[in-house]
């Protein structure tokens, strides 16, 4: 599967470039992460029967971020996170391994000055089989699978007339499992969006018109090709240079919701206030076939500060999740936009962002909820908070987030979805520069899954971690860490975990 996937990649890549320059400025960095463990409870056992274990962790790694000539720009990145079990409660005579690699490609190339270009992405990670059950990291073969989504976007876009602008897009990805163990109630996934927009920015008079199609088909069998088509059109009014309102209406129609397989109209409102170039809110809500539809985006930023939150209740899918809940808690990006009126240039701003991460310990992403596995389109609900902090020796990211994932074999209206899971989680990282080679980092997260059909079932993990790290030369540095988690659960057993770890980690750039 995952060659299949390559190739396929490699295939959509390579058949763009031809028509591209090669003026390359590329930043490349990669290197070595050796990781020794040893665990009371890897397995997370239930109590009075855990086994501890010890094992090495090697995780080659490599990020590539900048411009391939004038047409295209790259970004990617890859973690094997291979791990070789040396087992310490078998005397080290016997040994097993597991990989759980994740990464990352997302490419644009203009085919066409100004008007048509591609987008081409590719991603690996692992997730939670079963989210009422818990991990110790996510590396750990226990409960966890990797999936691979690769994807292509071709679109055009450019002025119809003047004032008024036009797009549309074809976004398809193909998502499936790689490896890992059996998700009984998944199999591969094709998933596309296409759309058509024509746009006149408000002055102070605008409008907007849309049409959206959605498909999501599956290797279940006997599950066909499920359609959720949207047309939508916008007015909206400048009150001032910084606040605009407007109001929609719409019709939406679907080939899988009884009631619904005409076309169903809805309307709705919206609005944008941006009072500076650092802050911007922006948001909508409707009356859709599906209940109250809504979006809802705040971002501020300062020199040292970044935030965004976000709330959102919409038609969703699961390739969808698999794109989009990566980056929910993405410090990458709060902390380039914190940087951007310092370092304008985007390349230079990167590298940057990079650095400030490798100094601080940041992590790239905080807690995210876990993807919940559905055949056919779900209602998903999320609310969202990240923020960073940082001074000349302290760092300190937040988030929180809450969601809730309806989902069935078919949507029907004026009744309960088969099913209805709640996610609540919270992260805490704070690091702090000892010395010019030295920094101390401490975690906190705690996560939670409910089933709303069924409040007694519930699962909550909270977990603390202590690293010490230090530079040993240019090129490599070491860290010394502790983690300590619990689990509670109705729906799978309790357990605890306790771990030492130590990492020596050396960059080849």
Request: aromatic content about 10%.
């Amino acid at each position: 599967m995952v060659r299949s996937a390559a190739g396929l990649l490699f295939g959509m890549t390579a058949a763009t470039l031809p028509a591209m320059g090669w003026a390359q400025r590329l930043d490349f960095n990669s290197g070595v992460r050796l990781s020794a463990v040893a665990s009371t409870n890897p397995d997370l056992a239930p109590r009075g029967q855990e086994q501890s274990d010890a094992w090495l962790v090697l995780s080659p790694f490599f990020s590539v971020t900048g411009r391939l000539g004038d047409k295209a720009t790259l970004s990617a990145s890859f973690d094997l996170g291979a791990s070789l079990r040396l087992s310490a409660r078998e005397g080290f005579e016997y040994s097993s391994s597991a990989i759980r690699p994740s990464g990352s490609l997302a490419t644009t190339f203009e085919v066409v000055d100004n008007f048509f270009y591609v987008d081409v992405r590719a991603g690996i990670q692992s997730t939670l089989n079963d989210p009422f059950a818990a991990t110790t990291d996510p590396i750990s073969p226990v409960n966890t699978t990797t999936s691979y989504q690769v994807g292509i976007t071709p679109y055009i876009r450019g002025t119809l007339v003047p004032g008024v602008e036009f797009e549309a897009r074809s976004a398809n990805s193909w998502t499936d499992r790689a490896w890992g163990e059996e998700t009984a109630n998944y199999r591969g996934q094709y998933a596309g969006t296409h759309s058509v927009r024509l746009d006149r920015a408000p002055r102070p008079l605008g409008w907007s018109l849309t049409y959206q199609q959605q498909t999501l088909s599956s290797r279940v069998e006997g599950q066909g090709l499920l359609r959720t088509e949207t047309a939508r059109a916008s007015l909206r009014y400048a009150l001032t240079g910084s606040v605009l309102v407007g109001a929609r209406v719409g019709a939406e129609r679907y080939n899988y919701l009884i009631g619904a397989r005409d076309w169903q109209t809805f309307y709705g409102l919206e609005a944008g206030w941006r009072p500076s170039e650092r802050t911007s809110f922006d948001g909508y809500w409707e009356d859709r076939v599906f209940g109250n539809s809504w979006q809802l985006t705040a971002t501020h930023r300062r020199p040292r500060f970044a935030l965004s939150a976000a709330s959102s209740r919409q038609i969703s899918n699961t390739p969808q999740q698999f794109l989009t809940f990566p980056g929910l808690a993405s410090l990458v990006s709060l902390i380039d936009a914190a940087f951007t009126t310092r370092i304008p240039d985007p390349i230079e701003r990167q590298r940057a962002v990079v650095d400030f991460l490798s100094r601080t310990r940041l992590p790239e992403e905080l807690l995210t909820p876990t993807i919940i596995y559905a055949e056919g389109f779900t209602i998903q609900e999320l609310n969202t908070a990240t923020m960073v902090v940082y001074g000349t020796r302290q760092s300190l990211a937040f988030t929180v987030n809450q969601g809730v994932t309806e989902y069935s074999s078919g949507l029907v209206p004026g009744r309960p979805f088969d099913n209805k899971t709640k996610q609540r989680g919270a992260e805490l990282v704070f690091n702090r520069q000892l010395a010019r080679d030295a920094s101390a980092t401490a975690s906190a997260s705690w996560r939670e899954t409910e089933n709303a059909r069924d409040a007694s079932q519930r699962t909550r993990q909270t977990q603390l971690r202590l690293e010490a790290s230090r530079a040993l030369t240019r090129r490599a540095d070491a860290t010394l860490g502790a983690r300590y988690q619990w689990i509670s659960s109705t729906v799978r057993n309790d357990a605890n975990e306790a771990a030492l770890y130590a990492t020596v980690s050396y960059r080849f750039d």
